[in-house]
Each structure stands twice: as structure tokens, then as C-alpha cells.
């Protein structure tokens, strides 16, 4: 096979560096009306026909010889079988990570809270898990049964009491890991059907698909496509976009590292992004070598070619204090703090989903089972969003218990900003609690 990689160069002192830079990061992960329209019908035609029209697109796209729905429910049985088809290894991999993913996201928990004023009003928090959540999980070979553990765990861990799954099964080809992965994880019940369709039923239920409250999980264009019209019907977690890596390099790591550390997001698709700065331009050299080197001995060569190629780059900047202020101008998915000290950097990143601190913690560790979510904002959004959570699974309603003393005096403020808002009603329902010896004085 034969790769040819053409990096692009970018150096922080030029004057158009801004404007290369925004383009290079600029993404648009927006439907066209072809595939909008089809996802509203494939909708439509969920909420008028539930089970039967799922039985018929799962047949139509997914080629399943399916007769009923009852052809598409894998019970908790088929989910335990899976651990044992399953490798020895691959077992204890999934509940190494399994365990390691369950204690961090047990820190996450948020617990309920009152405090009691001088007069006995009482305020607090009640928090609160969802219901039920749906758990959206790509099929086939493209399967990430380590997906299955970073979205199902923080919602069994925030009490949902039932978490139900979706994964197509294309040809009728199913991928054991995901289902021992599932059975591993806590997953209640799981559904073999994908695209809009799944989503759909998730949102508006059927016969036989219960309606969740929030659905998670990565998916195709139409996947995406279908979660961006359910949400407001249900919660979504977030529109993804391609994969990102950056890596911040004082020049001291051994190139080969960082440009597999770069391959690693790159071999996603070939819209994924990876990047390097760095205030060492010869550091950027050796790692472009590095790159050409190593790439011809990846699997996936030919995807990382284009991604390296159409969204990539070696970034000089004048100083790690400048190598900063781009990583935050960037707020990437993934951060490598690949430095002496990152520790002492870390007080200066604003924006990015997770920083992986260090020359020796790759950012595939965080992929699999450092124990932190994997599922991250991407394309900017870690500038006003958080990676997946338990409080993504978590409600939260405000508690207010007003004594008589307490409701008389705040009615007195009540009253006053009501009337200025000409809300006569809500001005005379808090006078209503007004102490007759107050209203005296």
C-alpha cells in the first residue's frame, strides 16, 4: 500500500494564522434535505405504526429476516450467553474497565440537600434520576463495546431503573462483545434494530419499545439527524462530530509516540482531527517523519492518510504559554498535555473535554478504562459543555417549604415585583400570607 502524507504546516507568528486555523477546525455536521426529509418520514411513520413499521425498516436498511418484532428483543439470557462466547481475556478486559469506568462515575453522584433559615422556611435540591434511558449503540463490525460501558454504567450509577438498548444487527451479523459489554454494564433490555427508526421508537415508544426519557449513544448521519427532532420529546446527549486529538508537546517525547497518539484519532474516519503544537519546530519535523515512517504499517492506513491530510496539522507557536492560549482556542475533544510538568500547565486550559496529563497517558487509556467518560464535546463545544456524566442521568427540583413567619415577610417582597409587572394575581396570592399584624403596621 502506498501513503503519501502532506501535514499541514501552521506557525502561530503568521499574520493569516487565525484564519487557517478556523479553517482547519470549521466542521458542519448538518443534514441534507434528503436525509432531514427521510428522517421525518421514517418518524412519522414510527408514531403511526410502531412495532410494524420498525419490523419493516429494520428488514428495508438492515436486511434482517425478521417475521415480528419478538425476532428483534434479546432477552437478559442471550446477554449472559455472550460472555461466554466470548475470549477469557476479552472478559476480564470488559470488567477490568467495567470496574474502573463504575468507581469514578460513584464520585459523580449528587445527593439531595435542605438548609432551614432563621425563620424555619426550608430550601434545597431534590435530585433525582430519570426514569428509563435509551442507550443507542452502532452495529455490525464498526462496534464499540466500550461505548456500551461508558453510557450505560453512569446511568446505572445514577439509579435509572431500567436502561434499554438498541444495536443493529446488519445481515443479522451480531458482535458478542457488545452484548457481553451490555450484560456487564447493567443493560435491562435490548432492542437488535438502528438508524432514525431506533431513535424513534426510543422517543415515542411502540408496542413493544418502552418510551425512555433521554437517549445516548453515537450514531450515523441519521442517527444524528433523528436525535436533533426527538430532543424536546426526550433528552439527547449531544450531536457529535468527528473525532479530535490535540497534543501539546514541549519537544521532549519521543516522536513516534505523539504521531501514533495522533494515528489513534485519525484512524476514526477520515473526518477525524489530529493535531500537535509545539514550540520546537525541529520537535515538528521529527514527528512528520515520524508520521511517514509509521504509517504504512497501520491497518488503517488509508483512513488516516485522509484525515491527516484534510484535517490535520503540526502547529509552531512561540512559547508553551502561546501553545495554551491555541489549545483553548481550539477546545478540543481530547488534550495531551505531553510536557515535563503538566501539572503546572494545567491552572492555564479553559475549553476541552479531557486532559490527559503526562508523557506516558495516551489518550487511547481514556478510551478504554482510565476510568473517565469517553464521550466528549467535540468541535468547540468543550468551551460550554461536559463530558457524559451521572448528572447526565440525574433531574434535579428545587424544594421551597416557607413557614408563616416566612412567608408573610418574603410576600412582602413579592407583592412588590408583581405589581411591577402589572401580575395582579400573583401580587395578591403572596398578600394572602401576609400576617394580619403586619399588614396593620
Same mark, same amino acid.
Given at each position: 500500500?502506498?501513503?503519501?502524507?502532506?501535514?499541514?504546516?501552521?506557525?502561530?507568528?503568521?499574520?493569516?494564522?487565525?484564519?487557517?486555523?478556523?479553517?482547519?477546525?470549521?466542521?458542519?455536521?448538518?443534514?441534507?434535505?434528503?436525509?432531514?426529509?427521510?428522517?421525518?418520514?421514517?418518524?412519522?411513520?414510527?408514531?403511526?405504526?410502531?412495532?410494524?413499521?420498525?419490523?419493516?425498516?429494520?428488514?428495508?436498511?438492515?436486511?434482517?429476516?425478521?417475521?415480528?418484532?419478538?425476532?428483534?428483543?434479546?432477552?437478559?439470557?442471550?446477554?449472559?450467553?455472550?460472555?461466554?462466547?466470548?475470549?477469557?481475556?476479552?472478559?476480564?478486559?470488559?470488567?477490568?474497565?467495567?470496574?474502573?469506568?463504575?468507581?469514578?462515575?460513584?464520585?459523580?453522584?449528587?445527593?439531595?440537600?435542605?438548609?432551614?433559615?432563621?425563620?424555619?422556611?426550608?430550601?434545597?435540591?431534590?435530585?433525582?434520576?430519570?426514569?428509563?434511558?435509551?442507550?443507542? *449503540? #452502532?452495529?455490525?463490525?464498526?462496534?464499540?463495546?466500550?461505548? /456500551? +460501558?461508558?453510557? @450505560?454504567?453512569? &446511568?446505572? $450509577?445514577?439509579? %435509572?431503573?431500567?436502561?434499554?438498548?438498541? *444495536? #443493529?444487527?446488519?445481515?443479522?451479523?451480531?458482535?458478542?462483545? /457488545? +452484548?457481553?459489554? @451490555?450484560?456487564? &454494564?447493567? $443493560?435491562?433490555? %435490548?432492542?437488535?434494530?438502528?438508524?432514525?427508526?431506533?431513535?424513534?421508537?426510543?422517543?415515542?415508544?411502540?408496542?413493544?419499545?418502552?418510551?425512555?426519557?433521554?437517549?445516548?449513544?453515537?450514531?450515523?448521519?441519521?442517527?444524528?439527524?433523528?436525535?436533533?427532532?426527538?430532543?424536546?420529546?426526550?433528552?439527547?446527549?449531544?450531536?457529535?462530530?468527528?473525532?479530535?486529538?490535540?497534543?501539546?508537546?514541549?519537544?521532549?517525547?519521543?516522536?513516534?509516540?505523539?504521531?501514533?497518539?495522533?494515528?489513534?484519532?485519525?484512524?476514526?474516519?477520515?473526518?477525524?482531527?489530529?493535531?500537535?503544537?509545539?514550540?520546537?519546530?525541529?520537535?515538528?519535523?521529527?514527528?512528520?517523519?515520524?508520521?511517514?515512517?509509521?504509517?504504512?504499517?497501520?491497518?488503517?492506513?488509508?483512513?488516516?492518510?485522509?484525515?491527516?491530510?484534510?484535517?490535520?496539522?503540526?502547529?509552531?507557536?512561540?512559547?508553551?504559554?502561546?501553545?495554551?492560549?491555541?489549545?483553548?482556542?481550539?477546545?478540543?475533544?481530547?488534550?495531551?498535555?505531553?510536557?515535563?510538568?503538566?501539572?503546572?500547565?494545567?491552572?492555564?486550559?479553559?475549553?476541552?473535554?479531557?486532559?490527559?496529563?503526562?508523557?506516558?497517558?495516551?489518550?487511547?487509556?481514556?478510551?478504554?478504562?482510565?476510568?473517565?467518560?469517553?464521550?466528549?464535546?467535540?468541535?468547540?463545544?468543550?468551551?460550554?459543555?461536559?463530558?457524559?456524566?451521572?448528572?447526565?442521568?440525574?433531574?434535579?427540583?428545587?424544594?421551597?417549604?416557607?413557614?408563616?413567619?416566612?412567608?408573610?415577610?418574603?410576600?412582602?417582597?413579592?407583592?412588590?415585583?408583581?405589581?411591577?409587572?402589572?401580575?395582579?394575581?400573583?401580587?395578591?396570592?403572596?398578600?394572602?400570607?401576609?400576617?394580619?399584624?403586619?399588614?396593620?403596621?
Amino acid at each position: 500500500m502506498t501513503v503519501s502524507t502532506a501535514i499541514a504546516r501552521l506557525n502561530a507568528a503568521d499574520p493569516d494564522f487565525a484564519r487557517h486555523l478556523d479553517h482547519l477546525l470549521s466542521w458542519e455536521s448538518v443534514s441534507d434535505d434528503a436525509v432531514n426529509q427521510r428522517v421525518l418520514d421514517i418518524i412519522k411513520a414510527m408514531r403511526e405504526r410502531g412495532d410494524a413499521a420498525l419490523v419493516e425498516f429494520t428488514q428495508r436498511f438492515d436486511g434482517v429476516d425478521a417475521k415480528s418484532i419478538d425476532d428483534l428483543i434479546l432477552n437478559r439470557e442471550r446477554l449472559e450467553l455472550a460472555l461466554t462466547r466470548i475470549t477469557p481475556a476479552q472478559r476480564e478486559a470488559l470488567e477490568t474497565a467495567a470496574n474502573r469506568v463504575r468507581m469514578y462515575h460513584e464520585r459523580q453522584k449528587q445527593d439531595s440537600w435542605q438548609y432551614t433559615e432563621a425563620d424555619g422556611t426550608v430550601l434545597g435540591q431534590k435530585v433525582t434520576p430519570l426514569d428509563r434511558a435509551g442507550l443507542y *449503540v #452502532p452495529g455490525g463490525k464498526a462496534s464499540y463495546p466500550s461505548s /456500551v +460501558l461508558m453510557n @450505560a454504567i453512569p &446511568a446505572k $450509577v445514577a439509579g %435509572v431503573a431500567e436502561v434499554v438498548m438498541v *444495536v #443493529p444487527t446488519p445481515r443479522g451479523e451480531v458482535n458478542e462483545l /457488545v +452484548l457481553a459489554a @451490555a450484560c456487564i &454494564a447493567g $443493560v435491562d433490555r %435490548v432492542f437488535t434494530v438502528g438508524g432514525a427508526q431506533a431513535v424513534a421508537a426510543l422517543a415515542y415508544g411502540t408496542e413493544s419499545v418502552p418510551q425512555v426519557d433521554k437517549i445516548v449513544g453515537p450514531g450515523n448521519i441519521y442517527v444524528a439527524t433523528a436525535k436533533r427532532h426527538v430532543f424536546g420529546q426526550v433528552g439527547i446527549d449531544m450531536i457529535a462530530g468527528p473525532s479530535e486529538i490535540l497534543v501539546v508537546c514541549d519537544g521532549q517525547t519521543d516522536p513516534d509516540w505523539i504521531a501514533m497518539d495522533l494515528f489513534s484519532q485519525a484512524e476514526h474516519d477520515e473526518d477525524a482531527q489530529a493535531i500537535l503544537v509545539s514550540p520546537d519546530a525541529a520537535f515538528l519535523d521529527r514527528v512528520a517523519a515520524s508520521i511517514d515512517k509509521l504509517m504504512p504499517t497501520m491497518e488503517r492506513a488509508e483512513i488516516i492518510e485522509k484525515s491527516i491530510n484534510g484535517r490535520g496539522a503540526l502547529i509552531q507557536v512561540r512559547d508553551m504559554h502561546q501553545a495554551m492560549e491555541v489549545a483553548n482556542r481550539i477546545a478540543p475533544e481530547h488534550l495531551e498535555l505531553s510536557v515535563a510538568d503538566p501539572q503546572a500547565w494545567l491552572p492555564h486550559i479553559r475549553h476541552a473535554g479531557a486532559i490527559f496529563m503526562g508523557r506516558h497517558t495516551s489518550e487511547a487509556l481514556g478510551d478504554y478504562c482510565a476510568g473517565p467518560n469517553h464521550v466528549l464535546p467535540t468541535s468547540g463545544t468543550a468551551r460550554f459543555s461536559s463530558p457524559l456524566g451521572v448528572y447526565d442521568f440525574q433531574k434535579r427540583s428545587s424544594i421551597i417549604f416557607c413557614s408563616e413567619q416566612g412567608a408573610s415577610e418574603l410576600g412582602h417582597t413579592a407583592s412588590v415585583l408583581a405589581r411591577g409587572e402589572s401580575l395582579t394575581a400573583h401580587a395578591r396570592s403572596a398578600e394572602y400570607r401576609i400576617l394580619t399584624q403586619e399588614k396593620g403596621n
